[in-house]
């Protein structure tokens, strides 16, 4: 009891930019499950404020992927917008698309941390470069519509829950918990639709 009263009090002292980043984002993640490219405006606003919000928090490395967010919103939007018919049905990786993004996420992790760890004053400089690198391609996926894209982002999610708490950020951890949640039904929205383009074919 005495661990909820303590997030309850952290939550009630929360900055407005904080709730305005969580909300745009909590919107962004709900909407690209949907499928709709209006997730891509919540996703620029949302992680336009989160640029800010890791930077004074010494989240380095997040603060440049929020920053790298705020571009591929920009991106995603064009894309979604001018994808043709053809183009627009969720795509699914092979094996060996997965092996060589996870072992090229994974080294420029290994090599980011570093890095950060023996250069700056991060904060968990090795989770923080785990959740850069891979919410760079996972983003990309996203841009592409591939399937899996959900799957890297359920471990980066529950990574980020721990992170964010480590620096007081109590309400974006617990928007990183509602995220799983929602990474979890976006695969299943999204693997669904992707059966019933295979049986359209």
């Given at each position: 009891m005495s661990f909820l009263t303590g997030v309850w009090d952290a939550i009630k002292v929360t900055s407005l930019i904080e709730w305005l980043a969580v909300a745009s984002s909590v919107i962004y993640v709900i909407?690209?499950?949907?499928?709709?490219?209006?997730?891509?405006?919540?996703?620029?606003?949302?992680?336009?404020?989160?640029?800010?919000?890791?930077?004074?928090?010494?989240?380095?490395?997040?603060?440049?992927?929020q920053l790298f967010y705020v571009a591929m919103a920009v991106v995603g939007w064009i894309s979604w917008r001018n994808s043709r018919p053809e183009n627009t049905n969720i795509k699914k990786w092979g094996i060996n698309n997965h092996v060589l993004n996870i072992l090229i996420s994974g080294l420029a992790a290994?090599?980011?941390g570093s890095i950060f760890d023996n250069y700056t004053s991060q904060v968990n400089p090795y989770l923080d470069a785990f959740t850069t690198c891979y919410s760079l391609s996972a983003t990309f996926m996203v841009t592409?519509?591939?399937?899996?894209?959900?799957?890297?982002?359920?471990?980066?999610?529950?990574?980020?829950?721990?992170?964010?708490?480590?620096?007081?950020?109590?309400?974006?951890?617990?928007?990183?918990?509602?995220?799983?949640?929602?990474?979890?039904l976006g695969f299943l929205a999204w693997r669904n639709e992707y059966k019933n383009q295979v049986i359209r074919r």
């Open positions: 909407l690209a499950a949907k499928r709709l490219i209006t997730c891509w405006l919540f996703a620029f606003v949302g992680s336009s404020l989160f640029v800010y919000l890791c930077y004074i928090g010494e989240l380095y490395l997040e603060s440049m992927l290994v090599i980011f592409r519509q591939i399937l899996g894209n959900w799957i890297y982002w359920i471990v980066i999610d529950l990574v980020s829950i721990y992170l964010y708490a480590q620096r007081d950020y109590n309400l974006t951890a617990i928007q990183y918990g509602i995220f799983t949640i929602l990474a979890v």
